[in-house]
C-alpha cells in the first residue's frame, strides 16, 4: 500500500492534502513523507510505523529497552550513522539496524558492508534514534569542549578545508567539516557542549555574543600539529531559532580557515589551455584594473595568488592588503599587509599608494572610498587586482555606479573581469545515463527555456548544425564506486569567464558606451570580437557532454 493510501485510511491526512503534497513532489526531490511531515499533516512517527507496517519490519517506538552497544556502533561509523541517522541495537539475540527510513547510503553498506549483513532492519522515529546516538556517543567527557574545539581545528587543517561549521540538529550539534565533494561530520556534542564551543571561539575573538544578532569576528589559532603555525580563523555567528528553547540565546558557527593554502598555476589549478593563456595576459599590462567577481569560496583569491606568482617574475614592487591574509607569499618583492577594525580597506590603499607599487592587489572592494582609489591607483601608472561582490563579470558596471563611480572613468581603466564558481564533475566511473523525458519536468522546461534563449543562440554560432534537444542526460550514479567513494562526483573544478576589453571591443563600445549597462548585448559584442564565452554557456556544453548533472548547471548558470 502507497503511504498517501495508507495514511488516509488511517485518517492522518485528506485527498486534498495528498493532492497537494503529490504536487510539491513532482516538481522538487523530497519523497511524499518528508512534505507531509514538513507540512504539519503528520509525524515522523506516522511516517515510521507505515515503513514497517508496509515492509513488515519491526517498529520500535522505545529504544531504552534494548542493548545499544558504543563500540559496535563505532565500529560501523559514527559519521555514517548520523547521516542515515540509524543506530545498531540488540533484541535478545537478534541485531537490528535501526532507521527512520531505508536511504540509499544505508541499502549501498547493507549490501557491500559484510559488517551490515548480521543485521536485520527495524525502523523508529529520527528523534528516537538521534537520543540513542548521543546516548552512547555524546555523553563522553574525555575531552574538554576547549579540546573538542582544537582537535576539529587541527582535523580540519590535516585535510586541507576551507570550512569547519558548529551547527544546531534537532537537541544536539554536530561539528562538520566541508571536504572536497560532501560535508563530513567530526563530532556531536550535547546541546550545553555546543554552545559552551561557540562561546568559546566568541571569547578567542574578544567579543560579546547578544541575543538575536549575527557576528562576524576573526582569531588566530595556533596549531600543534604543525609546530606553531599561526592561521588566521574568520568566524560568522548566526543567531537561530528555537521552537522548544525560547528562553535560550542560541548561536551557531561557520569558521573560514586561512594559512595552509597553497600557490598553483593556472593549470594545476584546473583552467583549460585557453583560460589559462587568457588570465597570463595580466604579465602584459603595465597599468590597469584587473577585477575578480564571484561568491565567497569560489575560488577567486586562489587564482589572484597564482596571478601574483606570474607578476613577481617582473622584479616589480607588489603590495596586497587582504582581510585577513590568506596565503603567505615568499617573494621578496611582494608585502602583504592585512587590515584590521583600526586600519580598513580605505587606508591601507592610500598607505600603499604613498609607497608608490608597481602592482597592488585590493583584496575587495566594499565601499566608494576603496572604489574611487583603486580607479585613482590605475589611472596612475598601477596595475590593480581586486575582488567585487557580483553575480557576473558583465554586471559590474551596475555595481560600480551603485557606488558613484564613472562608467567612463571605470572603462578607461579596465582591462579584463573574471567570474568564477566551483563544480563537482560527475565520476566518470559510476555516472549513469537517464533519458532527457526523465528529468522532472521543472528540470526540463528550465533547460528548454535556455536552448531557445541565449543558449541557442552562442551554440548556433560555434557550430554549423543546428542544435536539437538532447535524447538523454548524465545524473550522479547511486552505486558503490571504489573510485569516488560512492559520492558519485569527482573533486572540484574552476569555472570562469573572462571578459576580456582587447582593442576591438573598446572601440565598438566607446561608440555606445550605453551598452556597458545592458548585459545581454555587452556579452553579444564580447562574443564575437573577444570570444568571450559566459559560465552558463560553457556549464550548458559540460551538461551535454555528460560531465555535469543538470543540478551542478543549474548551481553554474543562475
Same mark, same amino acid.
Given at each position: 500500500?502507497?503511504?498517501?493510501?495508507?495514511?488516509?485510511?488511517?485518517?492522518?491526512?485528506?485527498?486534498?492534502?495528498?493532492?497537494?503534497?503529490?504536487?510539491?513532489?513532482?516538481?522538487?526531490?523530497?519523497?511524499?513523507?518528508?512534505?507531509?511531515?514538513?507540512?504539519?499533516?503528520?509525524?515522523?512517527?506516522?511516517?515510521?510505523?507505515?515503513?514497517?507496517?508496509?515492509?513488515?519490519?519491526?517498529?520500535?517506538?522505545?529504544?531504552?529497552?534494548?542493548?545499544?552497544?558504543?563500540?559496535?556502533?563505532?565500529?560501523?561509523?559514527?559519521?555514517?550513522?548520523?547521516?542515515?541517522?540509524?543506530?545498531?541495537?540488540?533484541?535478545?539475540?537478534?541485531?537490528?539496524?535501526?532507521?527512520?527510513?531505508?536511504?540509499?547510503?544505508?541499502?549501498?553498506?547493507?549490501?557491500?558492508?559484510?559488517?551490515?549483513?548480521?543485521?536485520?532492519?527495524?525502523?523508529?522515529?529520527?528523534?528516537?534514534?538521534?537520543?540513542?546516538?548521543?546516548? %552512547?556517543?555524546?555523553? &563522553? $567527557?574525555? #575531552?574538554?569542549? /576547549?579540546? *573538542?574545539?582544537?582537535?576539529?581545528?587541527?582535523?580540519? !587543517? @590535516? +585535510?586541507?578545508?576551507?570550512?569547519?561549521?558548529?551547527?544546531?540538529?534537532?537537541?544536539?550539534?554536530?561539528?562538520?567539516?566541508?571536504?572536497?565533494?560532501?560535508?563530513?561530520?567530526?563530532?556531536?556534542?550535547?546541546?550545553?557542549?555546543?554552545?559552551?564551543?561557540?562561546?568559546?571561539?566568541?571569547?578567542?575573538?574578544?567579543?560579546?555574543?547578544?541575543?538575536?544578532?549575527?557576528?562576524?569576528?576573526?582569531?588566530?589559532?595556533?596549531?600543534?600539529?604543525?609546530?606553531?603555525?599561526?592561521?588566521?580563523?574568520?568566524?560568522?555567528?548566526?543567531?537561530?531559532?528555537?521552537?522548544?528553547?525560547?528562553?535560550?540565546?542560541?548561536?551557531?558557527?561557520?569558521?573560514? %580557515?586561512?594559512?595552509? &593554502? $597553497?600557490? #598553483?598555476?593556472? /593549470?594545476? *589549478?584546473?583552467?583549460?589551455?585557453?583560460?589559462?593563456? !587568457? @588570465? +597570463?595576459?595580466?604579465?602584459?599590462?603595465?597599468?590597469?584594473?584587473?577585477?575578480?567577481?564571484?561568491?565567497?569560496?569560489?575560488?577567486?583569491?586562489?587564482?589572484?595568488?597564482?596571478?601574483?606568482?606570474?607578476?613577481?617574475?617582473?622584479?616589480?614592487?607588489?603590495?596586497?592588503?587582504?582581510?585577513?591574509?590568506?596565503?603567505?607569499?615568499?617573494?621578496?618583492?611582494?608585502?602583504?599587509?592585512?587590515?584590521?577594525?583600526?586600519?580598513?580597506?580605505?587606508?591601507?590603499?592610500?598607505?600603499?599608494?604613498?609607497?608608490?607599487?608597481?602592482?597592488?592587489?585590493?583584496?575587495?572592494?566594499?565601499?566608494?572610498?576603496?572604489?574611487?582609489?583603486?580607479?585613482?591607483?590605475?589611472?596612475?601608472?598601477?596595475?590593480?587586482?581586486?575582488?567585487?561582490?557580483?553575480?557576473?563579470?558583465?554586471?559590474?558596471?551596475?555595481?560600480? +555606479?551603485?557606488?558613484?563611480?564613472?562608467?567612463?572613468?571605470?572603462?578607461?581603466?579596465?582591462?579584463?573581469?573574471?567570474?568564477?564558481?566551483?563544480?563537482?564533475?560527475?565520476?566518470?566511473?559510476?555516472?549513469?545515463?537517464?533519458?532527457?523525458?526523465?528529468?522532472?519536468?521543472?528540470?526540463?522546461?528550465?533547460?528548454?527555456?535556455?536552448?531557445?534563449?541565449?543558449?541557442?543562440?552562442?551554440?548556433?554560432?560555434?557550430?554549423?548544425?543546428?542544435?536539437?534537444?538532447?535524447?538523454?542526460?548524465?545524473?550522479?550514479?547511486?552505486?558503490?564506486?571504489?573510485?569516488?567513494?560512492?559520492?558519485?562526483?569527482?573533486?572540484?573544478?574552476?569555472?570562469?569567464?573572462?571578459?576580456?576589453?582587447?582593442?576591438?571591443?573598446?572601440?565598438?563600445?566607446?561608440?555606445?558606451?550605453?551598452?556597458?549597462?545592458?548585459?545581454?548585448?555587452?556579452?553579444?559584442?564580447?562574443?564575437?570580437?573577444?570570444?568571450?564565452?559566459?559560465?552558463?554557456?560553457?556549464?550548458?556544453?559540460?551538461?551535454?557532454?555528460?560531465?555535469?548533472?543538470?543540478?551542478?548547471?543549474?548551481?553554474?548558470?543562475?
Amino acid at each position: 500500500m502507497k503511504i498517501g493510501e495508507y495514511l488516509i485510511s488511517k485518517g492522518k491526512i485528506t485527498e486534498e492534502q495528498l493532492k497537494d503534497a503529490l504536487f510539491v513532489q513532482s516538481i522538487g526531490k523530497k519523497r511524499l513523507g518528508e512534505i507531509l511531515m514538513d507540512g504539519g499533516y503528520v509525524t515522523d512517527f506516522d511516517v515510521a510505523v507505515y515503513l514497517a507496517h508496509n515492509s513488515g519490519r519491526d517498529f520500535f517506538n522505545d529504544l531504552s529497552s534494548l542493548h545499544i552497544d558504543k563500540k559496535e556502533n563505532e565500529n560501523l561509523g559514527f559519521g555514517m550513522l548520523y547521516d542515515i541517522p540509524a543506530v545498531a541495537a540488540r533484541k535478545g539475540d537478534v541485531r537490528y539496524i535501526i532507521c527512520s527510513e531505508i536511504t540509499a547510503a544505508l541499502s549501498e553498506r547493507m549490501a557491500f558492508d559484510e559488517n551490515f549483513k548480521a543485521f536485520k532492519v527495524g525502523f523508529s522515529t529520527k528523534r528516537k534514534i538521534y537520543e540513542a546516538l548521543n546516548g %552512547i556517543f555524546i555523553n &563522553n $567527557k574525555e #575531552f574538554s569542549e /576547549k579540546e *573538542i574545539l582544537n582537535e576539529a581545528i587541527e582535523i580540519a !587543517l @590535516l +585535510k586541507g578545508s576551507p570550512n569547519l561549521r558548529i551547527k544546531r540538529s534537532e537537541n544536539f550539534y554536530m561539528i562538520i567539516m566541508d571536504g572536497e565533494i560532501n560535508q563530513e561530520n567530526i563530532r556531536a556534542v550535547s546541546l550545553e557542549s555546543g554552545q559552551r564551543i561557540i562561546n568559546i571561539i566568541a571569547a578567542n575573538c574578544q567579543i560579546t555574543l547578544k541575543r538575536g544578532e549575527g557576528l562576524d569576528a576573526k582569531f588566530i589559532f595556533v596549531s600543534n600539529f604543525y609546530k606553531g603555525l599561526r592561521v588566521s580563523i574568520r568566524v560568522a555567528f548566526l543567531p537561530i531559532s528555537s521552537k522548544l528553547d525560547k528562553e535560550l540565546t542560541l548561536f551557531e558557527a561557520v569558521l573560514r %580557515i586561512h594559512g595552509l &593554502n $597553497k600557490v #598553483f598555476d593556472f /593549470k594545476s *589549478i584546473g583552467f583549460t589551455e585557453d583560460k589559462a593563456s !587568457l @588570465l +597570463k595576459k595580466s604579465y602584459i599590462h603595465p597599468h590597469g584594473l584587473i577585477i575578480a567577481t564571484g561568491p565567497t569560496g569560489s575560488g577567486k583569491t586562489t587564482t589572484f595568488y597564482a596571478m601574483l606568482k606570474l607578476l613577481s617574475q617582473k622584479k616589480s614592487t607588489i603590495l596586497t592588503i587582504e582581510d585577513p591574509v590568506e596565503i603567505e607569499l615568499r617573494e621578496s618583492n611582494i608585502t602583504q599587509m592585512s587590515i584590521s577594525e583600526d586600519f580598513g580597506y580605505s587606508e591601507a590603499v592610500r598607505v600603499m599608494l604613498r609607497s608608490e607599487p608597481d602592482i597592488m592587489m585590493i583584496g575587495e572592494i566594499r565601499d566608494e572610498t576603496t572604489a574611487k582609489h583603486a580607479l585613482i591607483a590605475a589611472e596612475t601608472g598601477h596595475l590593480v587586482l581586486t575582488t567585487l561582490h557580483t553575480n557576473s563579470s558583465l554586471s559590474i558596471f551596475g555595481r560600480f +555606479k551603485s557606488l558613484n563611480i564613472d562608467a567612463v572613468q571605470l572603462f578607461s581603466v579596465l582591462r579584463f573581469v573574471t567570474a568564477q564558481r566551483l563544480y563537482n564533475p560527475l565520476c566518470s566511473e559510476c555516472k549513469k545515463e537517464i533519458y532527457f523525458e526523465e528529468l522532472p519536468s521543472i528540470y526540463k522546461n528550465a533547460l528548454m527555456q535556455d536552448v531557445r534563449s541565449s543558449v541557442e543562440v552562442t551554440y548556433k554560432m560555434n557550430n554549423s548544425e543546428k542544435f536539437t534537444d538532447p535524447d538523454s542526460i548524465f545524473v550522479r550514479g547511486e552505486k558503490s564506486c571504489d573510485r569516488c567513494g560512492g559520492t558519485g562526483y569527482d573533486k572540484r573544478k574552476p569555472l570562469i569567464e573572462i571578459a576580456e576589453f582587447n582593442y576591438a571591443a573598446r572601440e565598438e563600445i566607446y561608440r555606445d558606451l550605453n551598452i556597458l549597462f545592458n548585459p545581454s548585448s555587452l556579452e553579444s559584442l564580447l562574443i564575437n570580437l573577444s570570444g568571450f564565452e559566459s559560465l552558463k554557456i560553457q556549464a550548458f556544453n559540460k551538461l551535454l557532454i555528460g560531465e555535469i548533472d543538470p543540478a551542478v548547471y543549474f548551481n553554474l548558470s543562475r
